[in-house]
């Protein structure tokens, strides 16, 4: 791995990150905005002021005069608890100018542009349970392929209009399917990581193989596979103009393990107490759900609040952040989210390889072939000289977006 440097100030760069569900841009050496959308700020503030005006509902009748709220109206659903507006996940638009983005406000998500010129948000796509994984722009501007969760809990591929409508699902496997990105020679093909879900006799899936590199064609309806290797995860896949391979190499684990009979024992002997707190939690949930009074008051009003997940998902694997982030508070320096063997590779078309950087939790290339990677703490990219490069600091960075 090259040399590290620090630089914060001095790029000409313009891109774009995830950090906790919320969307920066940072462009050259213009200062860190945050993008907020509209609709979704103006359909939040519409829920609390419907919650206002619903309150009474919980305070008359005859629950009212036995001093309970009714069944079914949780003493947490009112005006002070503000619906959760996540942004999922983000691609290039037509120019460098606009970008797309995924947004999750709960039951209901959507499919948004943004024009960082003038910024004005354009709603593309907005209904009950939309959910997407990944969004990639053709480079022509005339399609989006998407990655779609499917209710059987497979996740495959979808090619729509530029705007997101009339999807047609063109993976069809029992698999997960994710992150497809085109090819920048002007064909319909398009690469993507893929893993074949395991099931077992009555179809619960129970593990998954280890994620391969996959190319669709879409002019001839073909799949191939480019690369695999059978103790690796092979993620994010990008294709260069020459025939090159870049990917997030990472050690597959293996989520299925057989119990041993020291965890079978332990579960025996931990059974009656595990049983007694069910039964408590149970009550206590009872109690809050009718007279808004909690049972366990024995770690303050702390324990109510919902908590947030201290863990990020990415690509079927745990990480704990609270861990990492616990190391921060020790005074120590900002901890990498991923260990080092999670590796940004290149890989020749002769199978020649090289590592560029380690600890890579999220990458993006621009069209000139331009490198950006975070390792869920810091922002690199590549010099002209082969060093690394520091341009951004953020906290739980997600994903990462070259826009130019």
Known sequence: MAAEMSDHTNTDLSFAWISRGRLFVRNGNSPTREIESDFANQA?????????????????????????????????????????????????????????????MGAVGGLFSYDLQNDTECRLVHRQGFVLRDVARNPDGKELAVALPRDDGTIGLSITRHDGLFGR???????????PCWLQDGTRRLVFHSAVIGRNEHGFAVG???????????????????????????????????????????????????????????????????????????????????????????????????????????????????????TDRQGAQKQPLVPKDWVLIHRSPDGTEKQ?????????????????WTDGRHIFTQTTEGTTRTIEDGDIIERVLVLS
């Open 44 to 104: 939040m503030q519409r829920g609390i002021r419907d919650s206002e005006l619903n309150a009474w509902k919980g305070r008359s009748g005859v629950w009212g005069n036995l001093g309970m709220q009714p069944p079914g109206v949780a003493p947490w659903e009112n005006g002070d608890q503000r619906r959760t507006i996540r942004f999922v996940t983000a691609c290039r638009g037509k120019s460098v100018d606009e970008i797309l983005y995924v947004l999750d």
């Open 356 to 372: 560029i950087a380690e600890n890579v939790l999220a990458w993006d290339m621009s069209s000139n072939g331009q490198l950006v």
């Open 208 to 326: 998954k193989s280890p994620y391969r590199i996959e190319m669709l064609d879409l002019e001839s309806e073909k799949t191939s596979t480019l690369h695999e290797e059978e103790e690796f995860d092979l993620l994010q896949p990008r294709m260069t103009a020459d025939g090159a391979l870049l990917c997030i190499r990472r050690p597959h684990k293996i989520a299925q393990r057989q119990g041993s009979n020291v965890d079978v024992l332990t579960d025996i002997l931990f059974l009656p107490f595990r049983l007694v707190r069910t039964f408590v939690h149970f009550f206590h949930f009872m109690s809050m759900m009718f007279s808004g009074k909690p049972l366990i008051t024995a770690a303050g009003p702390e324990q109510h609040r919902p908590q947030a997940n201290p863990y990020l998902m990415l690509w079927g694997q745990a990480i704990d952040t609270k861990r990492v982030l616990q």
């Open 169 to 179: 699902t063109v993976a069809l496997s029992d698999s997960l399917d994710e992150a």
